[in-house]
């Protein structure tokens, strides 16, 4: 089965959210969607979703060669912040309400519900109103209950806003997980780390526009080309890599990334202010790729 985005365009008065953007997630894989803010990333979910009515464009199933319109139901979704579930009503009431718009028994959903909410370590909170709980609980109830629906496909929306480390890690093992049962997952988040570790494809959006899109590995050593990365002994990169100018790109607060060749970077080593521990040559990350892409406002990682 697989997820077809067809020539969509959305205007929201005069601006251009989205223009001619055309995609495919595949069963049982993993497409990181990305791009600076106001690139149409949760626009694009919306009208996946239904939420939103393209002017162009059409979005599709396609199964054994059959195209259809997908329903509500094959989508589970988790949206940034906490427009998931009803804040004053308990996390059971909530997965009870929503199982039954559905059309799931509450002896259906009850158990795949605790399934998920003992995974994430909120059976406990069973009863508890979702208002009581912090944001990153909150996102975990959110995502259990996406999946005790049961979706062929996910679409998730800054999935690891305020969640800790050990969540965070627990979530990545999570989507590998649904990946390998065959469920397609579409992934925006300003966490290139976890979309690096989980995606199989990536997909970059600027301006409503789709820039390119293929497998994450290949897209990092072709955007990025050759790279080396130096272990700086003071946590200047940010600054240094501005100083320095083009060809440089801060990783981290102690690591600096020179994109070119050997000989240039050995050229270049002298104007280098602080000492140097380590020098490496590897595959670039993707926030390399998009700092190269989008300038060097990186996106921040989501606070715990």
């Given at each position: 089965?697989r997820?077809?985005?067809?020539?969509?365009?959305?205007?929201?008065?005069?601006?251009?959210?989205?223009?001619?953007?055309?995609?495919?997630?595949?069963?049982?894989?993993?497409?990181?969607?990305?791009?600076?803010?106001?690139?149409?990333?949760t626009?694009?979910?919306k009208?996946?979703?239904?939420?939103?009515?393209?002017?162009?464009?059409?979005?599709?199933?396609?199964?054994?060669?059959?195209?259809?319109?997908?329903?509500?139901?094959?989508?589970?979704?988790?949206?940034?912040?906490?427009?998931?579930?009803?804040?004053?009503?308990?996390?059971?009431?909530?997965?009870?309400?929503?199982?039954?718009?559905?059309?799931?028994?509450?002896?259906?959903?009850?158990?795949?519900?605790l399934?998920?909410?003992e995974?994430?370590?909120?059976?406990?909170?069973?009863?508890?109103?979702?208002?009581?709980?912090?944001?990153?609980?909150?996102?975990?109830?959110?995502?259990?209950?996406?999946?005790?629906?049961r979706?062929?496909?996910?679409?998730?929306?800054?999935?690891?806003?305020?969640?800790?480390?050990?969540?965070?890690g627990?979530?990545?093992?999570?989507?590998?997980?649904?990946?390998?049962?065959?469920?397609?997952?579409?992934?925006?988040s300003?966490?290139?780390?976890?979309?690096?570790?989980v995606?199989?494809?990536?997909?970059?959006?600027?301006?409503?526009?789709?820039?390119?899109?293929?497998?994450?590995?290949?897209?990092?050593?072709?955007?990025?080309?050759?790279?080396y990365?130096?272990?700086?002994?003071?946590?200047?990169?940010?600054?240094?890599?501005?100083?320095?100018?083009?060809?440089?790109?801060?990783?981290?607060?102690?690591?600096l990334?020179f994109?070119?060749?050997?000989?240039?970077?050995?050229?270049?080593?002298?104007?280098?202010?602080?000492?140097?521990?380590?020098?490496s040559?590897?595959?670039?990350?993707?926030?390399?790729?998009?700092?190269?892409?989008?300038?060097?406002?990186?996106?921040?990682?989501?606070?715990?």
């Amino acid at each position: 089965m697989r997820l077809l985005v067809q020539g969509v365009h959305k205007r929201f008065g005069p601006v251009q959210a989205l223009a001619g953007v055309s995609l495919e997630l595949r069963a049982g894989e993993v497409l990181g969607l990305l791009g600076p803010n106001g690139a149409g990333k949760t626009t694009l979910v919306k009208v996946i979703l239904g939420l939103l009515l393209p002017e162009e464009g059409e979005v599709y199933l396609e199964e054994e060669g059959r195209r259809r319109r997908p329903q509500g139901h094959e989508f589970g979704v988790l949206l940034e912040g906490s427009r998931n579930l009803y804040l004053n009503l308990p996390l059971l009431a909530n997965a009870l309400y929503f199982g039954g718009i559905r059309g799931l028994s509450p002896k259906e959903v009850r158990p795949r519900f605790l399934h998920w909410l003992e995974r994430f370590g909120l059976k406990e909170r069973l009863h508890a109103p979702l208002a009581s709980l912090s944001r990153g609980m909150q996102q975990k109830a959110a995502l259990a209950l996406a999946l005790a629906l049961r979706p062929r496909f996910l679409l998730l929306d800054e999935p690891t806003l305020g969640l800790d480390p050990v969540s965070r890690g627990e979530l990545e093992a999570i989507l590998l997980s649904l990946k390998g049962e065959g469920i397609g997952i579409l992934l925006t988040s300003h966490d290139l780390a976890t979309v690096e570790r989980v995606s199989d494809r990536v997909a970059f959006l600027q301006g409503g526009r789709l820039l390119r899109e293929g497998p994450t590995r290949a897209l990092l050593r072709e955007w990025a080309g050759e790279g080396y990365l130096l272990r700086l002994a003071e946590p200047v990169a940010e600054a240094l890599a501005e100083a320095l100018g083009p060809g440089w790109l801060a990783e981290g607060k102690d690591r600096l990334v020179f994109l070119g060749e050997w000989a240039a970077l050995k050229e270049a080593l002298p104007r280098v202010p602080v000492e140097v521990l380590e020098v490496s040559r590897g595959e670039p990350s993707l926030e390399t790729v998009f700092l190269r892409l989008f300038g060097r406002e990186a996106p921040k990682e989501p606070s715990p």
